[in-house]
Every structure is written in structure tokens, then in C-alpha cells.
């Protein structure tokens, strides 16, 4: 498995983050392109996911599947959970829940390879 | 970006401020961390418990007090926010606590919690986050105004045996309002209607209350 979707990920993650601040920083509310952006965020997270899910289905078995398993489950939810709770504020403050979505993807896949190192970053 | 500007906190002076405005963004921080924290000891306790005992547990510890913090946020009652107080307390003492015990004796980590090293392995978001935690309830407390308020209408309606009409209540909601025009040159902003802030008008406390 290469790591370009892993590092497509970080990079969007962080870009996302920069992106939310900025509009933190400019006081305005989430709107429609905030939430496209957190959906091509997620639309990645899917794939990574399916890669991994893939590699899985292969028969190959990392060190603690749990753990692993745990982060699979997870990290899909991240920007969902984001996006719905940033959505139900009407302030600033939407955007900040959305950057902190994105720097967490950065690092979940930073986790994952280290939870199991054939997932290349 | 031709966004309309959000109006500041307006979201504050309603009884779901702990979780709204600068809230909403501690809530899911915390949240975040409850269950990164959780799911970590679990998975430890569960797999290799005895391999440091000591640690795995203090994360356990962490990871209970971080779910209590991020509840009592949400919820905002003012018991919720007494609650919120102590358990963001417990946090910043158990991150100083724990941070100088893992640095003193590195034999009783030989695996790092939320808080060895100050929490060092999150970016030191663990030390800082009780900190704003207990700024933000404090800001509340300060601003005198949400859920409290609604709490003590609740408690006063119910202990007079009223309902929520009758004089004596119409009676508090005023010297309430007295109360409020006294202080309300302070951090309150005040609500504007939509007509007013399409013309621009602004706020007459300016962004103060934006945090």
C-alpha cells in the first residue's frame, strides 16, 4: 500500500484547518463550501478506510487488530461528528469545531501507521 | 467571501451557553479527548495491564474525568457547571501532578499517559485545555446571565408553588431586567433585531463579547 491517499489526507486535513481558522479569524459562520470541504475530507477518510479494510481481507494481521479495528470505526466519524456539531452554532465558533476535524485526521493517519506500520504515510 | 458576519455570542445569553459560542468548541476538544483517553486505557487494561499498572490506570482515571467534564458542559445546569468546575480542576491538578511524578520517577511509566510530561504526547493540549475550561465557566459565572438565570426562575416559580404567569413571577422576571440594565453596559451584548443588523449598524458594545 503507497501512502499517497494517507498523505493527501494530512495535507487536506491541515489545509482544512488553516481554512476554518481563517474564517474563525474573519468571524463568519460555517457555510456550503465549509461543509464540501469537510465532505472531501471524509469521502478520503472512506477510501483510506477501504484500503485498510482491504488489507485486512488479505489475511495480514497487525501487532493489536483491536486497536486498529478501534481507529478504523473511529476515524470516519470525525468529520461527521464535526460538521454536525459545528452546524448547530450559528457563530464563529462552527468553523473552529470544523479545524479541529481536520488537524485530527492529519493525526489519525500518523496513528494508524504507527498502530501498523505497512500503512505507509 | 461574501458570508454574512455572524452576530457575536448572541448564543450566550441563552440557557445552552456552556456548550454554545467558545463552549461549543471546548465541548468537542473534550469530547475528543474522553474518548481518545478512554478507548486508550480500555484497550491497555485490557491487553497488557501489567506491564505498567500504574499508568494504565492514571489514563483510565483521566479518561473518566474528561467524559464527566465534557457532560456536565453540555448540559449546563448550574450543577452541571459546579460539576464542570471540579472535574476541569481535577485535571489541571492531576496534569501538574502526574506530569512532575512522570518526569521524578520514570520507573512508574514505562508506558506515558494523557498527563506524563504535562501531556506532552498531545501537544500539550491536556495542560492547557483545564485552563480554559475553568476561563470559560468562570466567564459564565461572571457574566451572571443563561442557564443560572433559568435555574433560579425554575426555583423560584416551583418553591412560591406558582406558574410560570402569575405576578409574583412577571415581578422577578423585572427586578431581573433591573438587574440586568445596571450591569448591561458590560459584557452583554445586547439582541438586535435582524432589520438592525442588516443595515450594519453594529453593536453598541462593538465585538466586546466575542472573546
Keep these: ?121 | 467571501m461574501s458570508e454574512p458576519v455572524a452576530p457575536p455570542e448572541t448564543a450566550a445569553s441563552q440557557p445552552e451557553s456552556t456548550r454554545s459560542g467558545p463552549g461549543r468548541l471546548l465541548v468537542a476538544i473534550y469530547a475528543l479527548f474522553a474518548l481518545s483517553a478512554t478507548a486508550r486505557a480500555g484497550v491497555q487494561i485490557a491487553t497488557k495491564f501489567s506491564h505498567a499498572p500504574v499508568a494504565y490506570l492514571l489514563s483510565a482515571f483521566a479518561g473518566a474525568v474528561y467524559i464527566l467534564a465534557t457532560v456536565t458542559l453540555i448540559v449546563g445546569s448550574r450543577t452541571a457547571r459546579r460539576i464542570a468546575v471540579v472535574s476541569c480542576s481535577i485535571e489541571l491538578i492531576g496534569v501538574l501532578a502526574v506530569g512532575t511524578w512522570s518526569l521524578l520517577d520514570r520507573a512508574s511509566f514505562p508506558d506515558a499517559t494523557v498527563w506524563s510530561g504535562y501531556g506532552s504526547g498531545y501537544g500539550f493540549v491536556p495542560l492547557v485545555l483545564p485552563v480554559f475550561g475553568l476561563l470559560w465557566l468562570r466567564r459564565l459565572t461572571r457574566r451572571g446571565r443563561g442557564a443560572e438565570d433559568v435555574d433560579a426562575r425554575q426555583e423560584f416559580t416551583q418553591s412560591a408553588g406558582l406558574n410560570a404567569h402569575s405576578k409574583d413571577v412577571a415581578q422577578w422576571d423585572r427586578d431581573r431586567a433591573n438587574r440586568d440594565r445596571v450591569g448591561s453596559d458590560h459584557d452583554r451584548p445586547r439582541q438586535l433585531s435582524p432589520n438592525c443588523q442588516a443595515q450594519g449598524q453594529g453593536y453598541p458594545g462593538g465585538r466586546r463579547g466575542s472573546f
Design chain 1, 1 to 121: 500500500m503507497n501512502g499517497a491517499v494517507a498523505t493527501t489526507i494530512i495535507v487536506a486535513g491541515l489545509a482544512l484547518a488553516v481554512y476554518a481558522l481563517l474564517m474563525t479569524a474573519l468571524n463568519h459562520r460555517m457555510n456550503v463550501p465549509m461543509l464540501a470541504a469537510v465532505g472531501v475530507l471524509e469521502i478520503l477518510l472512506l477510501i483510506q478506510v477501504g484500503l485498510v479494510v482491504a488489507k485486512l481481507a488479505g489475511g495480514e494481521r497487525p501487532a493489536s487488530l483491536g486497536t486498529l479495528i478501534g481507529y478504523l470505526i473511529a476515524t470516519p466519524l470525525v468529520p461527521v461528528a464535526a460538521a454536525l456539531w459545528g452546524l448547530m452554532e450559528r457563530s464563529r465558533w462552527g468553523p473552529a469545531v470544523v479545524a479541529i476535524a481536520g488537524l485530527v485526521a492529519a493525526v489519525l493517519m500518523v496513528r494508524l501507521h504507527q498502530v501498523w506500520p505497512v500503512i505507509h504515510v
